[in-house]
């Protein structure tokens, strides 16, 4: 059944998918998540999604019911912990929404449902919205895999870059864990006694953060670091995160190599290292056919020129741009700060990108 796009409603959705705290790992957190998004869903599109059940939380799957065409892909859960609503309230003012994970992606999921809501036929769509995307998407993958390739076409509904750019190609990300293991000592009655993995973790940093190589766009970033139990003790453990992306794959293979390479530069200490990359690159030639019909139907609703750029982010889209399924990314809000305290949606731009999304739709399921 086709509606209306309608700001206010798309609104009250919003509210109700941002009031309900939805951060990664926590399961009752998203299984209330998912309960919203399935209520909005049958709501609007007047059948029920079926619920995917994980050990990292419930995926929402949505078929329209006629030979697939095209998948909406997206994910429910959000970076920030349960409380962060408490601080930041859901408000709308002065044309811009704000509140815990409306950026990305929840104002994305909302104008995806009403724009296939809008449509006259929504038979040939799908929407697949997962559970863990934020940390990897390690059980919704194979299934968004599976689902685009089947359906022939991802548009991927994460948020627009600045400006409302869409999104052509994205580096392949991951991340390492170094875990530095040495001695613990007293600091005071005899340190020499102790193997120092504090010290040890800082000498393998200064390392690390040469693997990257900006000519290439690829980069190799320190990110977290934890030593020590007790002001008196000599560290018998730290733990590095590396935040690692590349562009090309060879690049990926490289990072790789360099991070195995890693060894102990003082006596008495181990190195186990975990992790490297999950997502591959999204190559630009993964979205250049439906970015030309995204353009094409920018054109004929009269919502301006459509620009397009490369980011150094990860989604989903990685994995089904890898699948050789043609992708499109970025087709989810316009505004700003995501995953920070400042995070907002332009609302006054909700209604035309959920027309955007509903032209590409309809143009790509013609076909």
């Given amino acids: 059944m086709a509606r209306q796009l309608d700001l206010e409603e798309m609104l009250s959705d919003l509210a109700a998918l941002v009031n309900t705290e939805s951060p990664s790992r926590d399961l009752?957190?998203?299984?209330?998540?998912?309960s919203i998004v399935f209520d909005i869903i049958e709501k609007r599109l007047g059948?029920?999604?079926?619920?995917?059940?994980?050990?990292?939380?419930?995926?929402?799957?949505?078929?329209?019911?006629?030979?697939?065409?095209?998948?909406?892909?997206?994910?429910?859960?959000?970076?920030?912990?349960?409380?962060?609503?408490?601080?930041?309230p859901f408000r709308v003012e002065s044309g811009r929404a704000y509140g815990p994970g409306v950026f990305d992606m929840k104002a994305g999921i909302v104008?995806?449902?009403?724009a296939v809501a809008s449509?006259?036929?929504?038979?040939?769509?799908?929407?697949?919205?997962?559970?863990?995307?934020?940390?990897?998407?390690?059980?919704?993958?194979?299934?968004?895999?599976?689902?685009?390739?089947?359906?022939?076409?991802?548009?991927?509904?994460?948020p627009s870059a600045d400006g409302g750019a869409l999104k052509s190609a994205r580096k392949g990300t991951g991340t390492y864990e170094l875990i530095v293991r040495?001695?613990?000592?007293?600091?005071?009655?005899?340190?020499?006694?102790?193997?120092?993995?504090?010290?040890?973790?800082?000498?393998?940093?200064?390392?690390?953060?040469?693997?990257?190589?900006?000519?290439?766009?690829?980069?190799?970033?320190?990110?977290?670091?934890e030593a020590g139990t007790a002001d008196n003790v000599v560290p018998a453990r730290a733990r590095i995160v590396i935040d690692v992306r590349a562009e090309d794959p060879s690049e990926s293979a490289r990072v790789q190599e360099a991070m195995k390479s890693l060894t102990p530069q003082l006596d008495g200490v181990e190195l186990e290292l975990f992790g490297g990359f999950n997502r591959p690159p999204m190559p630009a030639s993964a979205s250049i056919r439906?970015?030309?019909?995204?353009?094409?139907?920018?054109r004929d609703l009269g919502l301006g020129k459509i620009s397009a750029?490369?980011?150094?982010?990860g989604s989903d889209g990685n994995f089904t741009a890898a699948a050789g399924v043609p992708t499109l990314d970025g087709l989810g809000a316009v505004g700003g700060g995501a995953h920070a305290d400042h995070e907002w949606v332009d609302t006054t731009a909700m209604v035309d990108r959920a027309r955007l999304l509903a032209g590409l739709i309809e143009r790509i399921g013609s076909t």
């Fill in 28 to 34: 009752a957190a998203l299984d209330a998540s998912a």
């Fill in 182 to 225: 040495g001695r613990a000592s007293h600091a005071g009655l005899e340190p020499e006694k102790g193997v120092n993995a504090l010290v040890e973790a800082a000498t393998q940093v200064l390392r690390i953060a040469t693997f990257g190589n900006p000519s290439s766009g690829t980069t190799v970033t320190p990110t977290v670091a």
């Fill in 290 to 298: 439906l970015l030309e019909v995204a353009e094409n139907v920018a």
């Fill in 47 to 88: 059948s029920a999604p079926s619920i995917h059940r994980s050990e990292a939380g419930p995926h929402v799957h949505w078929s329209g019911g006629g030979e697939p065409a095209l998948l909406l892909v997206g994910h429910h859960d959000t970076v920030f912990p349960i409380g962060t609503l408490e601080l930041r």
């Fill in 309 to 313: 750029i490369a980011v150094g982010g």
């Fill in 111 to 114: 104008q995806a449902i009403h």
């Fill in 119 to 158: 449509l006259e036929d929504p038979a040939r769509v799908e929407i697949f919205l997962s559970a863990d995307e934020e940390v990897g998407s390690g059980t919704s993958k194979d299934i968004i895999i599976e689902r685009a390739r089947a359906c022939g076409a991802a548009l991927v509904l994460e």
